[in-house]
């Protein structure tokens, strides 16, 4: 199984200008390449990594690009099977027509695909032959095999990216004993069908308050001046605390759902249909929520427990959890509305998460004629599964019965 890692370093002033120079040679090679290839593409000719990779070869040969020889070689390849990728995801629609690399980019970076080794105290890529240092919070599998590295810069703190095979084989699904269903919408990050509410504004609102009034006066900081500099540099550490603040969380709630449950079924969000929010509130908002569906999902898989993604036309809202009845659609301000039916009044969101759970086990049994992987599926021991036990939660609130 690949797993990657993902640990901080702490270059010397010489290293870190070496590895300035490769984020710099490999950003070159990236953009050279990506107008090369507009050109040639203009022509009728179709370039491919190996037609690039010779071009590479002959354009380190000229004088005004010798100094690509300085960086390791086989980063600089690295960035041309990237254009390929970004190319390759643009053709198959999965990704947008790939944009030349920026030096402003606050995150700068670049791969490394092989001789990389750690020890205890240092790792080492090829250019770096004394190694840089690097703080080890969790050592990698024994006999593993490191099959790349992504060394990064992000508010002039460093990090390194190793993706290793750790021999270990995915598990097969377990026995569903206990399922849940999770309502994402935009106020919270998730509901649970057992009454848990995990909200990332807590965490994150400070700080993001913080960045805007930092915002908001490097706005009136004077062009090319010292002083927007360090304004930039400040909202760029700001930005780093508030990712990995983010990040943080988002492994420990992750983690807590697929230790607890054996079968998860994740209504998919859709900022779309969320109207009234801003457009930079919705971005950041469907950020978070596409890694957290990232993070359930692999971790999901390694623990051997079942993830199944509803899609967003399943009328979660509508449908009333006690008795069946669809209530209709209902505005985003309806945080509570009453069954027409039976009169039960509900949380919309919890309601929702209650929907999802049912409407999950459901399509694992057969009764329903939906088409699912049911490779994927551990097996259904009862309908009731799970309802009567005890949640715990260290990481999120618990929704109080009336609310
Ligand atoms: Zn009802």
Redesign the pocket.
């Known amino acids: 199984m690949l797993t990657a890692i993902k640990y901080r370093i702490y270059p010397t002033k010489a290293q870190q200008e070496l590895i300035r120079k490769h984020f710099g040679c490999v950003r070159v090679v990236y953009n050279y390449f990506l107008d090369y290839r507009q050109k040639q593409y203009a022509q009728g000719i179709k370039e491919t990594y190996f037609t690039m990779q010779k071009t590479l070869t002959k354009l380190k040969a000229q004088a005004n690009y010798a100094y690509l020889n300085e960086c390791n070689s086989q980063s600089l390849q690295m960035a041309l099977r990237q254009l390929v990728t970004a190319f390759d995801n643009f053709f198959a629609r999965r990704a947008k027509y790939p944009n030349f690399k920026s030096k402003r980019n606050p995150r700068q970076s670049f791969a490394v695909p092989q001789n990389i080794s750690l020890d205890n105290k240092k790792v080492y890529v090829p250019k770096f032959k004394e190694g840089i240092k690097v703080k080890i919070h969790k050592t990698l599998d024994k006999d593993c095999a490191i099959k790349q590295a992504v060394i990064s810069c992000v508010a002039d703190t460093y990090y390194i990216s190793v993706f290793y095979e750790n021999n270990k084989s995915i598990p097969k699904p377990l026995e569903i004993k206990k399922a849940v269903g999770l309502d994402m919408n935009l106020e919270n990050l998730l509901i649970t069908s057992d009454r848990i509410i995990y909200s990332d504004k807590k965490k994150i609102q400070d700080k993001q308050s913080k960045l805007k009034k930092l915002q908001r006066r490097l706005s009136k900081k004077k062009k090319g001046s010292n002083n927007r500099k360090k304004a930039f540099k400040k909202i760029a550490r700001l930005h780093n605390k508030i990712n990995l603040a983010r990040d943080d969380y988002l492994h420990k709630i992750t983690n807590e759902i697929t230790n607890q449950y054996d079968f998860i079924a994740l209504g998919t969000f859709d900022a779309k249909s969320f109207v009234g929010n801003n457009r930079l509130s919705e971005s950041v908002a469907s950020f978070n929520r596409h890694k957290l569906i990232r993070m359930l999902t692999y971790k999901a898989e390694i623990k051997g427990k079942t993830l199944m993604l509803i899609d967003k036309f399943f009328p979660a809202y509508q449908i009333?959890?006690?008795?069946?009845?669809d209530?209709g659609k209902k505005s985003l301000h309806m945080k509570r509305f009453a069954?027409?039916?039976?009169?039960?009044t509900h949380n919309r969101d919890l309601n929702a998460s209650i929907n999802i759970r049912r409407y999950a086990l459901g399509m694992i049994d057969d009764r329903h004629r939906v088409k699912i992987d049911k490779s994927r599926v551990g097996i259904t021991r009862s309908y009731a599964c799970g309802d009567s036990s005890v949640v715990m939660s260290r990481y999120g609130d618990i929704l109080e019965s009336g609310c």
């Open positions: 009333c959890s006690y008795c069946g009845a209530t069954c027409p039916h039976c009169n039960k």
